[in-house]
């Protein structure tokens, strides 16, 4: 159950028709030309391969898949990731992502 504080963030940012992004703790990925991927607000890398690239987003577990990943960055929230991009999966915890 989240704490008050998350609730109070969740209400300012519904009352202020902000996006998720600009108040909570929500992760943003972007995509640049299929090549280049980052994903804010990630928790974890969970695993790097030539052809997929999962990570933990909190609630969801996101995969990328193509070919030829290199990790480029990694920071306690950020993670930057090139490579050809075929398609991004998001899966919920515990649904066998990995």
């Known amino acids: 159950m989240p704490g ?3 609730r109070l ?3 300012a940012t ?3 028709k902000l996006p ?3 108040l909570l703790e929500v992760s943003r990925v972007t995509c640049v030309d299929g090549k280049n991927v980052v ?3 990630a ?3 969970l695993k790097v391969e030539n052809t997929k690239v999962t990570l933990d987003l909190g609630e969801q577990i996101l995969t990328i898949h193509g ?3 290199e990790i480029i960055l990694v920071t306690d929230k950020e993670v930057h990731v090139t490579g050809q991009v075929a398609s991004l999966e998001y899966t919920a915890h515990g649904r066998g992502a990995l």
């Open 4 to 6: 008050w504080k998350s």
């Open 9 to 11: 963030k969740q209400s």
């Open 14 to 16: 519904e009352f202020l």
């Open 20 to 22: 998720p992004d600009a």
């Open 39 to 41: 994903v804010e607000n």
């Open 43 to 45: 928790r974890r890398l």
């Open 67 to 69: 070919q030829d990943f």
